[in-house]
């Protein structure tokens, strides 16, 4: 069992029967009353994000998760295709679980797929990739660093990003996964 004083971003926890990640959590102790635990949590089967609030020392089911070593073979609109390294055995798991991460993920790259009771549902990226920019509009003389300013770009993955002005075709970047922003030229 875990308690609402033992939780940490990331962890997941047993609610009511179904599984959710805990993604923030404030303890708060108002004036008077009892204190109390406010998250936000994602639901691991759909990836759904709720606002909960919890009594201080509730307690809950841990649940027992699992990150393998995966090669992310390719997505066919349905299903992610993923290769346990090791075994060579091939996984499919439903693109809408894992859609947000694969934003961020080439054909055949290494991940971490997380097991939540056996089961796969997540990918755990790191904290920052370098993709390179595939479509952009070309600076305009003029636009400068010290300018300011955003443009659209796509990357090798197929997501967009806005990028600052002096990015071109071609240029690695490197992204900040969580939020999908811009970081630097890489």
Known sequence: MISTNQFKNGNHIEVEGTIFKVLEFQHVKPGKGGAFVR???RRASDGNVIDRTFRAGEKFRAVRTEARKMQFLYADGTDA????????EQLAVPENTVGD???WTKP???VDLLFI???PSDLQLPASVELEV????????????SGGGNKPATLETGATIQVPLFVNIGDRVKVQTASGDYMSRA
Do not use: C, I, N, W
């Open 39 to 41: 998250t936000k949590l």
């Open 108 to 110: 055949s790259d290494e």
């Open 117 to 119: 009771d056996g089961q």
């Open 101 to 103: 991460a694969l934003r």
């Open 134 to 145: 595939t479509q952009t509009e070309p600076g305009v003389r003029g636009d400068t660093a």
């Open 81 to 88: 295709h993923f290769m346990d390294s090791a075994s060579y």
